[in-house]
Each structure stands twice: as structure tokens, then as C-alpha cells.
């Protein structure tokens, strides 16, 4: 089992070698002048080629690449060509509110869909089971902005219960930076306060950015518990006894996650990519605005960091969820 | 009294075309050690028979419309959930075709088997020899030991290290044993087997008929052995009820109705056997003219029944 662990870990190394090739070569080849962008307007031929050179841009593609790789290695991800800050300074500080905002989304997909595609699953073709199919039909088909938007209309502007947008009030200072997730960084250093805050700020676009997944999830769970309750072997429980609470709760949940699982595990990359709406309509600081803001500019180091980045969370993700499939399903321990 | 006494069973079953009746007036009594073998097609209510007597059919498809099902003198059709659930395991234990199927893939063997016994254990202290003051861990270490104790004596060699391991780790024939522990863990005094061994080869097959033969001869226990072999039906089964079409059209004595069957369909069921010196050709199945002659024969049976 460790050793499957370790050697799931190794293979991300070659992936993301890989990886850097291509992103670097689709930046870097794209028709455009970021240097010229980077100058400005005005910039006389021979600012821009000092702006090239200080960039390294002037050399030749392979050496600007195995520049960039070496640096890469040494902590040094390349610098903005707008903020003239280090990609890796920027990353630190986005990537944790990206990542807080995904995770938060997750959660409550995950807790609030499983039991309930359980409950439509025993209860099915019941009022119950016909009511969550016609919703998170809906809720699959909605977009997200859009919903992000109902949700501010409602909460923040009728109601006036939640913070609008942000992901801190500016007159506050947030928590101490440790892990930089606003939440985790409260509890602590025991600021409840500021905790109480950053899970206001943080209700509204992880509720936007939730019901998609929440809503698969819940329909996967439902599928994969009823074919689950068909099989033999619940047939053989029944048989022999066994209450159907422990029938459900202990030998059916444990199989229909388990297919569930790989569908949980998927959505982590397409909640990192489909935050850049919710992030923009929030004004959450994330990667997503981040990386918005960098693609329209042509500033293409903070591109390649932030594509790095989800690559990375996905890559190491996928291993997570393998092995959680290993330690659920015996079978796949074998392989 | 009689441990099993199926009277005048009707059963329907539901689905979008309306009710169609499946099971047409089964009488069928089993006392403590006999083996009866229940034998017909494909299609013609053994499986549901064996399923009613647990009362193991979805209620939403399953419609009784008549008759009544005693076991041990409680009629099954009409007993509470709970009642029910006490009959399976610890007085009813069951057995199904498929063993690579019917144990849970996710779980390991002692657990599945330890939860089997516990939930007998229930209504029926004694099997564990519990006085119910134990604490939980105690009763689970209880009902592991007999587990094990149980799994050795059915010809599983190495119990103690087996139970541990999930059910992939089993050949087929091991599995089956596996699952008629389970069955008889709770000491239950009927066995519906169904076609528990249609899905192994012919020597694990016999391994498997002699363990229940013995655990007839052992316990006293009664037997519903479901099967369309009828050289399994001839080596292991003391009785015999032949199914066609939702009615069992003859029964008796392996010996008398074997050796000399009466009803043109048992007649026909037995001609269908291959012998080893068949050519394809030679293949008698039942069909046209014969299936024809079947039906008029039942009709007239009928006939002579309600004048």
C-alpha cells in the first residue's frame, strides 16, 4: 500500500515535466508582443529590447525554457511583466483563496449530496426522489454566475445578511498569515471574530460555486446506491437477517461512494477552472481573476504558474481519490 | 404439525403491462429432514417460491392474492416486518446460484460472517451460547470463534486465517461454502437452496450436495432444494415436486416419481436429458406439438378438479 502511494507520487514528476514543456512552448509561440505590451505605447525600439533582456526574452526559445525550468526548481517561477513581482510571491497569495473557495464548494456538495441521493435512492420514484431529480436537473443546468448573482440579489442586497463580494471586509485586518486560507488561519490563532467573518464572506460564492457538483453528486449517489440495492449479495443479506439500517448504512454506502468517488475526484478540477466567474462576480481574490487579468495582458509566466498550479492540485488530487478507492475497494488493492 | 405447509399459493406480479399471474395455486409441505427438490423451466415460479417463503419480494411488484404460507404454523404472507426478519437467518436460512456474486465484494469474510451470526444471535442467544450481559467486542469475538468453528467443520481448511480476507481471495467453491455457513449459522430449521450449485463444476458441486446431506442427517433440518438437474434431484433429494407454469403438476418420492412419473411434463422433463451418446439430431426438447399435448393434458386436470 505505501509502496503503491509512493510510486503514484513519483509518476506526477514526469507528468508535470511534461507539462512545463507544453504550456511554456503554447505561451511563448502565440502570436502577440508581450514585451512590446509590457513597454507601453511609447516605448522607443531600443527600451524594448532592454525591457527583452531584462525578461531573458532575447535568447533563444530552448534556452529561455531551460532557464525558466532550472528557476523553477530553485523556487523561482518567473516574474510578471506588469507588477514586476515574482509569479511565486502572487501564487501564495491566490492560490489559497482559489483553493479555500474550492474546497469549501466540495464540502458542502459532498455533505449535503450524498445523504441526500441515499434518501432518493430507499425513497425511489417517492415525491422526495422525483423532487431532487427535477432540482438538480435544474441546478446542473443553471449557470453559475448566474446563480452567483440570484444569490447576491437575495442575500446580500434584499436580505442584507451576507457580505456582497470580497473575501474580507477592507476596514479589517485578515488573520495572521500561516496557511494563508482565511478560515484555518482564524481557528488557529483563535480569532473567532475574523473567523466569523471569513466564513461570511466565503458562504455566498462556495454556495454558487457548490450546487453544480451538489447537484451531480447527488444524482450519481442515486444511481450507483440503486444499483447497488439490486445486487446479489444485498439480496443475501436480507436473507439472512440482517437489519436494513446496517444493510444500507454499512454494506450498500461503502459500494455506492465508491463509484461516486472518481465523480467527486473529477469535479476538483472543474471547480479550479470554474471559479474565474464565480471569482469575478465576487470580486474574490483568487487565481481565477488572477489568471483572467494575466491572460489579457500576454503576461505569460503568471499563466504557466497558475496552469502549473491546477495541474498539480489535480495531479495530486487523483492520486488522494485513488487512494481512497483503494482503502474502500479491495479489489483495486491488488493492482 | 408441519414445519413448511404451502397452501393453495397465488402470487401476481406487477409491472407496466398490469398483473400477471405468476404463481397459480402451489400446496407444497415440507417436514424436518426431508429434502424435497423443486424442479421445472426456466420460468415456472421456483425461484419465487423459494423468494416467498422468506417474503424476500419487492412489495411494490409482488401481490399475494391467495393462499397462505405456514411456517411452523404462522402464516409468513401475513407476519410483521420484524417477525420476518427474526424467521430469516435464525429459523430460515437461504442459499442462492451464484457465489461470486452473492457476498458483498467491499467487505471482508469474518465481518459479513460475524454480522450473519450476531443478527441469529439476536432472537436466538443460545447459538453463540450469550447470555446478552457481554460486551459488544465479547460478542463479536463470541460470534467470530463459532464462525470459524463452523467454517473448519464445512471443509474450509485455515478458518482463522481466511476470515480476514474479502471475498475475490476465494475460489467459487469456497465461496459457497462461505455462504452456507452464513445460512446455517443461525441454526435455522428450513434450507432454501437455490441452485446453489449450478455455478460450480461437477466435483465441487458434489462436495457441496454431500455437505448438505449431512447437515440434514446432523440437525434434522428441512430442505427446499431448487434446481432444474434432475441427477442432482436423483442423488441428494428424498421428495420431489415438478413445476410448470406457476403449478406443480406432480410430487412425490424421488423414487416413485423418477422411476415412474405420471404427468405427461415430468415425462417430457426427463426425456429432455441428454444421454452421452446424443447427436445433436437426437436433442429432444419441449416444443410444438409435445408443449401442446402438456397443456391440454393440464387443462383437463383442471377440469376434472373443479367439477
Redo the contacts between chains.
Sequence with gaps: MLWYVIRRLLLIIPTLLGLTVIVFAIARLLPGDPVGLAAGPNATPEVIASVAAEFGLDKPIPVQYWNYLTGLLQGDWGVSLFSRRPVIDDLAEFVPATLELVIAALLIAVIVGIPLGLLAAIRRDGIFDYLTRTVSLGAIAMPRFFLGLLLQLAFAMALNWLPLSGRFPLIEFPPDRITGFYTVDAILIGDWHALGLALQHLALPALALSLSPLATILRMMRASTIEVLQ???I?????????PW?ILF??TL??AV?ATLTVIGLYVSWLLGGTVLVETIFDWPGIGLYSTQAILGQDFMPVIGVTLVIAMIYLVTSVIVDILQAV????VRLQ | MALLDISDLHLSMRSFEGETPILKGIDLTVERGQIWGLVGETGSGKSLTGLTISRLLPSTTAHYTGGQVLFDGKDVLRASDRDMRALRGGRIGMIFQDPTTNLNPSFRIGTQMVDAALHAARDKPEILGLTGRESRRARRRTAWQASVALLESFGLHDAEDRMPRFPHEFSGGMRQRVLIAMAMIGQPDLLIADEPTTALDVSVQSQILRLIHRLVEERNIGVMFITHNLGVVAQLCSHVAVMYRGRIVERGPVSKVLKAPEHIYTRALMGAIPTARARMDTLRGIDGPLRDRIEAEIAATAKEVTA
Design positions: 445486487q446479489d449479495y439480496l443475501t443479506e436480507r436473507a439472512l437477517g440482517i437489519p446496517i454499512k454494506y461503502r459500494n465508491s474502500l475497494n479491495p479489489k
